[in-house]
C-alpha cells in the first residue's frame, strides 16, 4: 500500500489541491480515517497510468487491509467500553457493600495507622496459655519503637490500647506502623501468636485511591480488612 500511496500525484501544500483538481482531506489528528482513505483510493485511481494501469489485486489488498485494521480498532474499542463498564459496577457493588460494615468490628492485619488520633486498639491471639509473650512495634523504616510486655498470656482473645508512644515515653510521628508478636509456652517452646490492629468502622469513605474504612479515626483499605464481626469479642 505504501508504493501505492507513493504513486499518487503531488499536492500543492498551500491548498491541498492535487494536480488533477480533486481536494483531499486528513485528519487534523494526524491520522488516516475511513474517508480519508476512501478519497485517497479514488484519487489513485483517477490519476494512475492509463499505459500501465495498477493490478486490481492491490486495490483489493489494500482495501482487506484497511477493513482487518478498521474491525481491529472496533474490537478495541468495544473491549475497552466493555472494561470501563464492569469497573463502574464493580465499584459501584463494592461501595454499596462497604457501607453494611459501619458499626462492625473488623480485624486489619499487622499494620497501624497513626494518623494524630491519640490511641490504636491493638488485639492478638494466644493458642495456648504463654509463659511470655510481647508485642513489638516497628516503624515504616522497619526499626523497634515500642515494646509492649505487660500483656495477658492467658489462651484465647485478647486487646489492648497504645497511645503512639515509644519506649521513652515520647510520642512518635504520624505514619504505618507494624505490629509483631513473640510467645512461648509453658514447656518454653515458641507459639504462633498473631497480633493486628482492629476497631470498630466508624465511617466509609469514597475517593481517587478507592474505598476506605475509618477505624479509631485512621483510614484503611478494605483490602486490609481480614475478619468481620458483629461486636468486639473482647466485650
Known amino acids: 500500500m505504501i508504493n501505492s500511496l507513493n504513486s499518487l500525484p503531488s499536492t500543492n501544500s498551500s491548498s491541498g489541491t492535487s494536480s488533477s483538481g480533486g481536494t483531499l482531506s486528513s485528519s487534523s489528528a494526524g491520522g488516516m480515517t475511513e474517508n480519508d482513505f ?9 490519476n494512475q497510468d492509463p499505459t500501465n494501469p495498477m493490478d486490481s489485486t492491490q486495490y483489493a489488498s489494500q482495501l482487506a487491509q484497511f477493513s482487518s485494521l ?5 474490537l478495541n474499542t468495544s473491549m475497552t467500553q466493555s472494561l470501563n463498564a464492569n469497573y463502574a459496577l464493580s465499584q459501584s457493588i463494592t461501595n454499596s457493600l462497604a457501607s ?7 480485624t486489619l492485619g499487622s499494620t497501624i495507622q497513626n494518623n494524630g488520633q491519640g490511641s490504636a486498639e491493638i ?31 492467658n489462651q484465647g482473645e485478647h486487646k489492648l490500647s497504645w497511645n503512639f508512644t515509644d519506649n521513652n515515653g515520647n510520642s512518635l510521628p504520624s505514619g504505618s506502623y507494624t505490629i509483631k508478636m513473640q510467645a512461648t509456652s509453658l514447656t518454653g517452646l515458641s507459639l504462633s501468636a498473631n497480633a493486628y490492629a482492629a476497631g470498630d468502622v466508624s465511617a466509609i469513605k469514597f475517593g481517587s485511591s478507592g474505598t476506605t474504612l475509618v477505624v479509631d479515626n485512621a483510614e484503611y483499605q478494605l483490602s486490609d ?6 461486636s468486639d469479642p473482647n466485650e
Open 38 to 46: 476512501l478519497k485517497l483510493l479514488v484519487a489513485q485511481m483517477q
Open 225 to 230: 480488612v481480614s475478619e468481620i464481626l458483629t
Open 70 to 74: 478498521e474491525q481491529l480498532q472496533n
Open 100 to 106: 453494611n460494615l459501619i458499626g462492625k468490628y473488623v
Open 123 to 153: 488485639g492478638y491471639n494466644l493458642p495456648a496459655n504463654a509463659k511470655s509473650a510481647e508485642i513489638d512495634i516497628y516503624d515504616s523504616n522497619n526499626n523497634l519503637v515500642k515494646t509492649i510486655s505487660n500483656v495477658s498470656l
